[in-house]
């Protein structure tokens, strides 16, 4: 199974760039990378996913490395409401099926 | 609004309680699924069900029992549990959790259990 190491936590300046890196060393070929995040007590939140390409959103862009061992993602203006964990995940496949594994993720605290 | 609505959103119950967890998704997917997630761990995968049928059971106690009448509907039957059981229980689901590798997952709010 692919996993993804992500620092515990981290923090950023309102209106400054946040950028959180992830490590996803041992992913396939055709294993996607996903971000999500979660504010606390409620249900993780979709941001975005990407196979090699990076890719940009409205909520926010990854960058994924030629060999596709690491990626970042970039909240270009954060804000006090993107403090929350952000977790990195690789879509896993045992069988037929392709079940997402959430690790620690990052907890990310936007200060004024 | 994620199209995923779970309900109750907190519930408080005793070990020998019988209590039932309840998902709607409105978003016409196929897949559906339940996660743990205790205070300061990673959310857990509890069950699968794809198309209806349960496709993953990640050696779950038997005090927690799903169900999936159809695929937008998902329960989760809850009885004699523990207090270690207390935790924010999310319901997700998927377009189809089947081979496909591009899938988002949309979470509901989740329900917070507190086992007395």
């Known amino acids: 199974d692919a996993k993804t190491t992500q620092p515990p936590s981290m923090d950023c300046a309102e209106g400054r760039a946040a950028n959180l890196p992830c490590n996803h060393s041992?992913?396939?070929?055709?294993?996607?990378v996903y971000w999500y995040r979660q504010i606390h007590s409620q249900g993780p939140q979709y941001i975005i996913h990407g196979l090699k390409n990076n890719e940009t959103n409205e909520m926010a862009s990854l960058i994924i490395t030629e060999d596709r061992k690491s990626s970042t993602l970039i909240l270009p203006h954060a804000t006090l409401r993107d403090t929350a964990v952000y977790y990195c995940?690789?879509?896993?496949?045992?069988?037929?099926?392709?079940?997402?594994?959430f690790g620690r993720g990052t907890s990310l605290i936007v200060h004024p | 609004e994620t199209g995923v609505t779970q309900t109750p959103r907190h519930l408080v119950m005793g070990m020998t309680n019988k209590k039932s967890l309840k998902c709607e998704q409105h978003?016409?997917?196929?897949?559906m699924y339940w996660y743990k997630q205790s205070a300061k761990k990673p959310l857990e995968l509890m069950f699968v069900y794809n198309f209806k049928e349960q496709t993953e059971n990640n050696s779950v106690p038997s005090r927690f029992s799903p169900e999936c009448p159809n695929s937008s509907h998902l329960f989760l039957h809850l009885h004699t549990l523990q207090p270690e059981d207390s935790a924010l229980y999310l319901c997700?689901?998927?377009?189809?959790?089947?081979?496909?590798?591009?899938?988002?997952?949309?979470f509901g709010s989740g329900t917070q259990l507190s086992v007395l």
């Open positions: 995940i690789v879509r896993v496949g045992t069988g037929g099926s392709y079940i997402p594994t």
């Open positions: 041992t992913i396939s070929g055709n294993e996607y």
């Open positions: 997700a689901s998927s377009q189809d959790g089947q081979g496909a590798r591009n899938e988002k997952l949309f």
């Open positions: 978003l016409g997917h196929n897949a």
